[in-house]
């Protein structure tokens, strides 16, 4: 049995490294595709000699088995290029915009984590009832709302009609309030969709109602019955959610002029900076790997029976 | 007394299949008036060159920012105009018309190509069928937006190539599902009939196998257009989809947002529209879901 999970868990790393490397191998190719890197380099007024002296430097003129080596070896050591804008390191210019995005992150995932599971057990435990209805239709609507339209509207209504919080910026936490919340919504939604489904199945199951017969009060069997049992798919997308805050904050950072990874991305793509953006892919994609590795960990030790599914 | 009250509430949250107390008529008039909604704005896109009030790059310079009629605005510009005078119900009207077209070609490329590729995999097995799924893990591992903006990155942009970005969204969900799906039909009776009669694969998968699997895939439809409508407004909407001198509802309200100070309704309405479509084409898929028989 111990084995077998040992099986389990080496078979889920292994998996998780194989499609690291795929993401890698991918961007390379892309990378390629783009066309000749000198030419970018150089510009269209370069001489043949130039050319031919500089891909000899740049180490283009090898086979390109040894040049996909070359880059995998430079992607661990995590030198990825100097940014053709910021003339720096592109690793050191994407790492100097993290914090601002984690901050609002955790403060997005906070709230969306509190008001998005709060409104799914609402939902699923008072599934007629007014409060239960607000709860799914708001998740619809908050689902299907596009977040720039959202960030509009309550830019709107909070900085230009009533003048009370800052249109963008990150000076003060008055400007985190607009751009957390937005970004909250999206992701409360979603939540909110996963909880009632996952509370509701486990309502509706055969040992809440053995529980019930049992004369437990309903307070516990929710807390001690239902929630655990609900507990994996809600963290599966929590989980999702955390991985892609990079690709998640870009409406938002962008709309709200925050200056963190998501609004440097959309400048980077638009100035056509490939370095950074290769960083900020390489950077999202490792994330949204190593989080879904997680994720798949954590719920197996949660809820062993995941085990047996697994194929 | 509050015991029964408390027994009374605690049973409520249990409910057998034949309860009637969740309503079965909302669904039905949610469902109708979604479907009003995208015939309305299908026909919108069909009709728009004959129905548009204006060209949407005609120019007035002496009617700039003017707002909706019911606004204090004038009767010839009905939703107002923007900062260059260009009618806003015009400009919502031609880019209502982009963005179906895109959505639609999105979701029909995406739908092809992952119903084609799962019904190789299902077919072939093996190491095709490895194949196929190890490019759905890692097309499901990495977010579709950074993809997406990693394309455009290097590949620049334009309309043919947009759509076809768009139409690499949500492939693998189509895939994963008609792979599922037809490894369950092709064991079927009637398939083995069709098998024993020397029928040819293409036609065993065109007659007996796709249409077993189409109510499933058109569900799958429905939910993929959602999300690419919503894909398309918010990369235009970023500057890097649908450019001008084009404009699709994202990157109306991209530009509307400039003038938020002073004219609203330049982002308002195209951002109300794309709003409504998610919404309805949401509960369409939503009641399609819960119509269909097991």
Known sequence: ?311 | MSTIWARDWTWSVFRSPKDGRIPRRLPKIGFYGASIWIVGCLLIAALAQVISPYHPAQISLDARLSPPLLFGGALEHLLGTDELGRDVLARLIYSIQISMLVAAGGTFISTLLGVSLGFLAAELGGLVDDGVMALVDMQAAVPFMITALLVITIFGNSLALFVCLVGLHGWERHARIARGLALTARNRLHVTAARTYNASRVHIYARHILPACAPTIVVGMTLGLTETVLLESTLSFLGLGIQPPMSSLGNMVGFGRDYLMTAWWIALAPGLVIAATAIALMTISESLRQMRPR
Not at chain 1, 113 to 138: E, L, Q
Not at chain 1, 155 to 181: C, D, K, Y
């Open chain 1, 1 to 311: 049995m111990r084995r077998k999970a040992q099986k389990v868990v080496a078979s889920k790393i292994a998996r998780a490294f194989v499609t690291l490397v795929l993401m890698v191998t991918s961007v390379f190719i892309l990378m390629r595709c783009a066309g000749d890197p000198v030419a970018v380099l150089l510009g269209p007024d370069a001489t043949a000699d130039m050319r031919a002296a500089y891909s000899g430097e740049l180490g283009l003129d090898r086979p390109i088995l040894v040049q996909y080596l070359a880059y995998l070896h430079n992607v661990v050591r995590g030198s990825l290029g100097v940014s053709y804008v910021y003339r720096q390191d592109a690793l050191g210019v994407v790492l100097s915009h993290l914090p601002l995005t984690l901050m609002l992150t955790c403060s997005a995932l906070t709230l969306a984590a509190v008001t998005g599971i709060a409104g799914g057990i609402a939902a699923a435990v008072f599934p007629s009832s007014f409060i239960g209805r607000a709860c799914t239709i708001a998740s619809l609507v908050g689902l299907c709302v596009p977040s720039f339209f959202l960030a509009i509207v309550l830019m709107l209504v909070f900085s230009i009609q009533l003048n009370w919080l800052p249109t963008g910026g990150a000076e003060s936490w008055r400007s985190l309030a607009l751009p957390a919340v937005t970004m909250g919504a999206a992701s409360s939604a979603v939540l909110a969709r996963y909880t009632r489904v996952a509370v509701r199945e486990s309502l509706d199951s055969q040992y809440v109602l053995a529980a019930f017969v049992r004369g437990i009060p309903f307070s516990r069997i929710l807390i001690h019955h239902v929630l655990p049992n609900a507990a994996v798919p809600i963290l599966t997308i929590l989980g999702l959610l955390i991985g892609g805050a990079v690709t998640g904050s870009t409406v938002v950072e962008t709309v709200f002029s925050w200056p963190g990874i998501g609004n440097l991305f959309v400048t980077s793509v638009g100035s056509r900076d490939i370095p950074v953006v290769q960083a900020i892919v390489l950077l999202a994609g490792t994330a949204m790997i190593m989080t879904n590795l997680a994720v798949d960990l954590g719920s197996t030790w949660l809820d062993p029976r995941s085990n047996s599914s697994e194929t």
